[in-house]
């Protein structure tokens, strides 16, 4: 009888360390895997440089991103707005919706869209005008921070409206030194 309580006692312990030993090495593993990710994290943040932007528009919250673009919904935003500075117009505002988005071009571009701000400017105050732009559809392509915007444009003169214009804009924005550019701002031919 002694012999077997003693042989049923031994396998227990025997049993027992089996597990206990298990238990240890699902626990090693586990506290190792928690540091891994851990260290990822931390390193993460450490090295994580982002550029953080309040839109010109009033918006509840800023953006934030890394790299020289923001999101697709920070881009639209932006393009939207750009895009409203030039053709959502009329003759006491222009001259100043125009400042505010010449503050905004690459200096490559401002040298091409100063002449045609220009002359819109003159067109739109001398015919007492204004100008509405109705929006259909929009891209964005956030890897290289072009936006394609389609739509209708419509114009006043006077009392005079004009049928509205289909238009197809193409607007490219991207952030050096940490200003946002404006770098491209073309009327694409359909």
Same mark, same amino acid.
């Given at each position: 009888m002694d012999i077997k309580i003693k042989k049923s006692h031994e396998k227990t312990l025997v049993i027992t360390m089996i597990i206990l030993v298990v238990i240890v090495i699902l626990s090693l593993g586990l506290a190792h895997r928690l540091y891994s990710d851990n260290r990822d994290l931390t390193s993460y943040i450490v090295n994580n440089k982002q550029t953080i932007i309040k839109p010109m528009v009033s918006a509840d919250k800023e953006y934030s991103f890394i790299g020289e673009r923001g999101d697709a919904r920070y881009l639209r935003l932006m393009a939207l707005s750009f895009l409203s500075l030039r053709l959502d117009v009329n003759a006491?505002?222009?001259?100043? $919706?125009?400042?505010?988005?010449?503050?905004? *071009? $690459?200096?490559? *571009?401002?040298?091409k869209l100063i002449p045609v701000l220009s002359q819109e400017k003159t067109r739109v105050k001398v015919n007492n005008g204004n100008s509405t732009f109705f929006l259909r559809n929009i891209k964005v392509s956030p890897s290289n921070g072009i936006v394609d915007i389609e739509g209708d444009l419509s114009f006043f003169y006077g009392i005079k409206e004009i049928p509205l214009i289909p238009k197809h804009y193409r607007l490219k924005i991207e952030t050096r030194n940490n200003q946002l550019l404006l770098t491209?701002?073309?009327?694409?031919?359909?």
């Open positions: 006491q505002n222009i001259e100043s $919706s125009h400042e505010v988005l010449i503050s905004y *071009l $690459s200096s490559e *571009l401002r040298e491209d701002f073309v009327e694409m031919e359909k």
